[in-house]
């Protein structure tokens, strides 16, 4: 038996089971949608650090949400592309590519816990005690969040995937359209005993942590808006909650889908889909919702748009009166050159 922590091993995927008559719609409504997930998250990521106006703490977490997303989505859906087209046999990928893509899906999936986590904190800070917001969400804690967000869900996910590189392997079929531990660790033929054991763990503390964060901090909210009824208050808890509320919710359900699948072998096959989904919807719904909802990032819309409007306005007639200045020194030019001194014609 090999051990799985022989990099220059060849695994076989066994890809997106599609149905040959609907091959090509799929893989041009993957291809569209990773499409627009990079192309919509790439401008909010762009448009929040050319504004000055949007480097606040609730849309620099955003913008850690869309790269996020990006790189989520990056990992899995060009791989799942590069499959579809290929008969089962050829989908073989290295141990090391494997690992890599199930340590950016499982990355991924932990830090859509953990940002969201932040931003309700965040959103708590704002609404409870707005005198001290500055004080509260300053540089130094938002930079805290997030390095404990991205460094220990990069620790969590590397020894989860450290436990299943551990074993030996006896198979070489992964039986999932893409990488992730579960399917790793079903490669082997040793007891997988502690990786079920720390995957449940894991899994159990981050969502009750993720759970537990957002009932907490909206019971806050939620009890300021109802003793202080101030008109004001309870339409910024509206504006901003909303949105965060409804990223959770998306996200949150699709996760739960995934679980509940689990636990019916029968369904097998649509809990496959639902995975890809859960790499899919979220990351596509979430630059569309905060840009329907957020009214700070319609303003800077706004003020991008103007500001290349003027622009335009401006060089217009500066770009006129060049063309035409050049137009003259051409003509000047080309009767100086045919003028004929002696004869005194042209």
Request: contains cysteine; glycine residues 6%; aromatic residues 8%.
């Given at each position: 038996?090999?051990?799985?922590?022989?990099?220059?091993?060849?695994?076989?995927?066994?890809?997106?089971?599609?149905?040959?008559s609907?091959?090509t719609?799929?893989?041009?409504?993957?291809?569209?949608s990773?499409?627009?997930?990079?192309t919509?998250?790439?401008?909010?990521?762009?448009?929040?650090?050319?504004?000055?106006?949007?480097?606040?703490p609730?849309?620099?977490?955003l913008?850690?949400?869309?790269?996020?997303?990006?790189?989520?989505?990056t990992?899995?859906?060009?791989?799942?592309?590069y499959?579809?087209?290929?008969p089962?046999?050829?989908r073989?990928?290295?141990?090391?590519?494997?690992?890599?893509?199930?340590?950016i899906?499982?990355?991924?999936?932990t830090?859509?816990?953990?940002i969201?986590?932040?931003?309700?904190?965040?959103?708590?800070?704002?609404?409870?005690?707005?005198?001290r917001?500055?004080a509260?969400?300053?540089?130094?804690?938002?930079v805290?969040l997030?390095?404990?967000?991205?460094?220990?869900?990069?620790?969590?996910?590397?020894?989860?995937?450290?436990l299943t590189?551990?074993?030996?392997?006896?198979?070489?079929?992964?039986l999932?359209?893409?990488?992730d531990?579960a399917?790793?660790?079903?490669?082997?033929?040793?007891n997988t005993?502690?990786?079920?054991?720390?995957?449940?763990?894991?899994?159990?503390?981050?969502?009750?942590?993720?759970i537990?964060?957002?009932v907490?901090?909206?019971?806050?909210?939620?009890?300021?808006?109802?003793t202080?009824?101030?008109?004001?208050?309870?339409?910024k808890?509206l504006?901003?909650c909303?949105?965060h509320?409804?990223?959770?919710?998306?996200?949150?359900?699709?996760?739960?889908?995934?679980?509940a699948?689990?636990?019916?072998?029968?369904?097998?096959?649509?809990?496959?889909?639902?995975t890809?989904?859960f790499?899919?919807?979220?990351?596509?719904?979430?630059?569309?919702?905060?840009?329907?909802?957020c009214?700070?990032i319609h303003?800077?819309?706004?003020?991008?748009f103007?500001?290349d409007?003027?622009l335009?306005?401006?060089l217009q007639?500066i770009?006129?009166?060049?063309?035409?200045?050049?137009?003259?020194?051409?003509n000047?030019?080309?009767?100086?050159?045919?003028?004929?001194?002696?004869?005194?014609q042209?």
């Amino acid at each position: 038996m090999e051990n799985l922590s022989s990099v220059g091993a060849l695994l076989q995927l066994e890809g997106l089971l599609v149905p040959a008559s609907f091959l090509t719609p799929a893989f041009l409504g993957l291809f569209f949608s990773h499409l627009f997930i990079v192309t919509a998250n790439m401008g909010v990521v762009a448009l929040i650090c050319s504004d000055s106006a949007l480097h606040q703490p609730m849309y620099i977490l955003l913008c850690q949400l869309s790269i996020n997303d990006i790189l989520g989505n990056t990992a899995l859906v060009p791989r799942l592309l590069y499959d579809m087209p290929r008969p089962p046999r050829r989908r073989l990928i290295s141990l090391g590519s494997c690992v890599v893509q199930a340590f950016i899906t499982h990355l991924f999936g932990t830090n859509n816990h953990t940002i969201l986590m932040i931003m309700a904190f965040d959103r708590y800070a704002a609404i409870c005690t707005p005198l001290r917001y500055s004080a509260v969400m300053g540089t130094r804690t938002l930079v805290t969040l997030t390095a404990a967000a991205w460094g220990g869900g990069s620790v969590l996910v590397a020894a989860l995937l450290g436990l299943t590189l551990r074993l030996s392997r006896c198979r070489s079929l992964l039986l999932n359209a893409y990488c992730d531990n579960a399917s790793l660790f079903k490669l082997s033929c040793e007891n997988t005993f502690i990786n079920n054991v720390y995957g449940l763990t894991f899994s159990v503390v981050l969502l009750t942590s993720s759970i537990g964060a957002i009932v907490v901090t909206y019971s806050y909210i939620t009890a300021a808006c109802v003793t202080k009824r101030s008109r004001s208050l309870n339409r910024k808890a509206l504006q901003t909650c909303s949105t965060h509320l409804l990223l959770y919710l998306v996200m949150f359900l699709s996760g739960m889908l995934i679980i509940a699948l689990h636990r019916y072998p029968q369904y097998e096959p649509y809990r496959k889909t639902t995975t890809i989904l859960f790499n899919i919807i979220p990351p596509a719904l979430n630059p569309v919702i905060y840009g329907f909802q957020c009214h700070e990032i319609h303003q800077s819309l706004r003020r991008l748009f103007r500001n290349d409007l003027s622009l335009k306005t401006t060089l217009q007639p500066i770009i006129k009166s060049l063309t035409t200045a050049n137009q003259r020194q051409c003509n000047g030019t080309a009767i100086k050159v045919s003028f004929n001194p002696e004869t005194g014609q042209i």
